[in-house]
């Protein structure tokens, strides 16, 4: 208890740690689940306040007695609840049609309280499956007929993912899988159940705490979204460089060629879903790229998003990926067999994840997935087509090289984009920009999908997003600005934009687009905010090149900016701007 308090007062004296307040909700004891949770999310750059119903009262305080959940006004609900929870199984004997009215009737349950947590709190809910039983009384039968209790679970599960599915204010944290990691032998732990109602063992409470860290981490936009890869005995057994590329490890001739084969499927995979994959190698370049010709390599080189391989100390060339990508050291995960590697980039990079994967390839996979570090809460289109998208920045960088005009670049882009209110389509790329854009973000102000549906409605807010294309691809919705009009006044609460389109000129579009918008509302003032953190510098004098004058500028580096719509002409003049399909 006392290490306990040791770690959470170190991890609390942290600078710009992120509020956070969480409801829990549940069927058992919670107290170590949160003690677990809260030093976690300390670890993960949030200041979580924690409220806690009594045991068993889940139900009860989301629908009849909700007003202290109300008081507490929680950014996230989680709710805990176990197989022990299930409030009625369907009787041995039962039909499939009475089956078929059981899960109808557990659902229901769940459905009504999920439905109450919405009218009276309206945040996002995280709600757990359900493990197995720990017993299977029927054995093999257990999950095949209708009085089976391990079907009915399987039925609640796949109700649950569907009703998830269809409702953006729902996640669904898979304790069906968790345990069945563990095993259920050690995620059980009946002592503890009947002395205390804690359900599941120490093992089993800390896998709960990872996986709703990682879930959280993911909602604002803190996943990790680069794998960083040493080469040598981390992506093909042997040294290429003195081995030669015909006598490293990889394929199926062997078993460990066939480990390093299936540790890069993995690596594929991540890619696959929008992962980026990084190379940082000591090793000739031209030597090191020959490992991906090899006929038995899953990973060719046009799956690299940028590839550093050069005797330069590792850490060196992480800071330049990091730049060359325009992402955070704290997007990135390192993974090298070579522990003295590991424990420099560790030492050297704040910020970056390097996991302890030994030096067997066989574990690297597992040990990765163990840190959940790439935890998505949703797939769009964009994550498919991310590694893409950087490929073809690296392909403009090229072009740009060729003139001499920065503003012929421009011009040669054949740029066009689409610029509009916010659409129902899009709201969950804007709540997914919202949450993990920070340096071309003026005031790092986080919204919740909710939020961002309500200014649909909201007759005093605008928000218009922004996508952009041009000879090289569809960069995506990239940009959203976000505002709310006082009298003839409109405050700009939030201006982001993706670093892939810097110096593109699109901010000059967004100001023509939002001005427009802004004259229709009545709006004869705009005033822009600037609210300094440690990742958007880039964008202190935002206003200022954009013709805005300065109102007032604080000690701690916020700023108020003004600019007049009132003979305001339109500047953009590198961008072809289309109309927005639906307005």
């Known amino acids: 208890m006392t290490k306990r308090k040791g770690l959470r007062r170190k991890l609390a004296e942290r600078e710009n740690l992120q509020p956070i307040r969480i409801a829990v909700l549940s069927g058992s004891t919670t107290n170590e689940v949160v003690d677990l949770l809260e030093l976690k999310l300390l670890d993960a750059g949030f200041a979580p306040t924690f409220h806690q119903s009594e045991y068993g009262r889940f139900y009860v305080d989301a629908v009849h007695d909700a007003d202290a959940l109300i008081q507490f006004e929680p950014h996230l609900v989680y709710v805990h609840t176990s197989v022990r929870n299930i409030q009625r199984f369907p009787p041995v004997g039962c039909s499939e049609i009475e089956f078929e009215e059981h899960v109808k009737t557990e659902i229901n349950f769940f459905q009504e309280m999920w439905t109450s947590l919405e009218e009276k709190i309206g945040c996002l809910v995280i709600q757990n499956n359900f493990e197995f039983p720990s017993y299977a009384i029927l054995g093999n039968l257990d999950a095949t007929i209708a009085g089976g209790h391990t079907r009915f679970v399987s039925a609640l599960n796949l109700e649950f993912a ?26 059980f732990d009946f002592e503890r159940w009947f002395s205390y109602k804690i359900n599941t063992s120490l093992e089993g409470s800390h896998a709960i705490a990872t996986s ?6 993911a909602i604002y936009g803190k996943a ?98 990091a730049t060359e990508l325009n992402l955070g050291a704290d997007s990135f995960v390192f993974v090298d067999d070579n522990p003295a590697e590991r424990e420099i980039v560790r030492a050297q990079i704040d910020g970056i994840a390097v996991p302890e994967v030994g030096s067997e390839v066989a574990q690297f996979a597992r040990i990765i997935e163990a840190g959940r570090y790439f935890e998505p809460i949703s797939l769009s289109q964009e ?26 670049y421009l011009d040669s882009l054949s740029m066009t984009a689409e610029i509009g209110r916010f659409q129902p389509i899009y709201l969950e790329r804007i709540a997914q920009l919202t949450n ?84 229709g509302m ?16 880039m ?9 805005f004058e300065t109102v007032s500028q604080n000690p701690d580096g916020s700023a108020i900016y003004s600019l007049e719509t009132k003979g305001f002409t339109p500047r953009n003049t590198h961008i072809k701007i289309m109309e927005p399909a639906n307005e």
């Open 162 to 187: 569907r009703r998830a599915a269809s409702n953006s204010k729902l996640l669904v944290q898979d304790i069906c899988s968790i345990s069945a990691r563990i095993g259920l032998d050690q995620w």
């Open 212 to 217: 709703l860290t990682a879930i959280i981490r």
């Open 224 to 321: 990790r979204k680069v794998l960083v890869l040493d080469l040598d005995n981390t992506l093909w057994g042997g040294v290429i460089g003195d081995d030669g590329v015909e006598k490293i490890q990889i394929g199926r001739e062997t078993p460990v060629a066939e480990a390093y084969s299936a540790f890069q499927q993995y690596c594929l995979s991540l890619r696959n879903r929008g992962v980026l994959l990084a190379v940082c190698s000591k090793n000739n370049e031209e030597i090191a790229k020959q490992g991906f010709e090899h006929p038995d390599s899953i990973l060719k080189l046009e799956h690299i998003s940028c590839f550093k391989a050069n005797w330069d100390p590792k850490h060196e060339n992480i800071a330049l990926i």
């Open 383 to 408: 994550d498919y087509e991310r590694a893409a998208l950087y490929d073809q920045n690296s392909k403009r960088t090229v072009f740009e090289g060729k003139f001499a005009d920065y503003g012929e």
């Open 436 to 519: 993990k854009t920070n340096q071309f973000n003026l005031t790092t102000r986080r919204y919740t999908f909710g939020e961002i549906e309500s200014i649909l409605t909201d007759p005093d807010a605008i928000g218009i997003y922004g996508r952009l294309t041009d000879r090289f691809g569809d960069n995506g919705l990239i940009s959203v600005v976000l505002g709310r009009r006082k009298n003839d006044i409109l405050d700009i609460d939030l201006w982001l934009m993706s670093c892939r389109v810097l110096k593109r000129d699109m901010e000059v579009a967004m100001l023509d687009t939002l001005i427009e918008y802004a004259r």
């Open 522 to 537: 009545g709006v004869a003032i705009l005033h822009g905010h600037y609210l300094p953190t440690k990742k958007n510098a």
């Open 539 to 547: 964008v202190q004098d935002h206003y200022t090149k954009l013709g």
